[in-house]
């Protein structure tokens, strides 16, 4: 049986200590290098990102901080240091 998705948009801002890495980390997440879930750039700047994405459906979905927290630490075990906003569309 497939997992279940849930689709959700995420702002990621970048952290001053980081700066230099920015551009870098969003072609990453966007490249198919995060297998674990799939993220479309909607629009980029030097600083920001806006995304849209789908994680599999699990505890860490319930809320919008819950997911954010499980991307954002996701993501730290990539290597890659952003700050997150995250809303689940429902």
């Known amino acids: 049986m497939p997992t279940a998705f849930i689709p959700f948009t995420m702002r990621a801002s970048v952290r ?4 230099r890495t920015f551009r870098t ?3 990453r997440m966007t490249d198919g290098h995060l297998r ?6 909607i629009k980029s700047t030097n ?9 599999p459906k699990g505890p860490h979905t319930a809320t919008d901080a819950s ?3 499980y ?3 996701r ?6 240091h ?5 809303r689940i569309d429902r």
């Open 82 to 86: 952003l700050d997150l906003s995250v």
């Open 67 to 69: 997911l954010a927290q």
């Open 36 to 41: 674990w879930t799939p993220l479309d750039v």
């Open 71 to 73: 991307l954002q630490d």
């Open 25 to 27: 980390d969003i072609e």
């Open 16 to 19: 001053d200590d980081q700066r």
């Open 47 to 55: 600083t920001q990102a806006l995304f849209r994405g789908a994680a």
């Open 75 to 80: 993501l730290m075990a990539e290597n890659i």
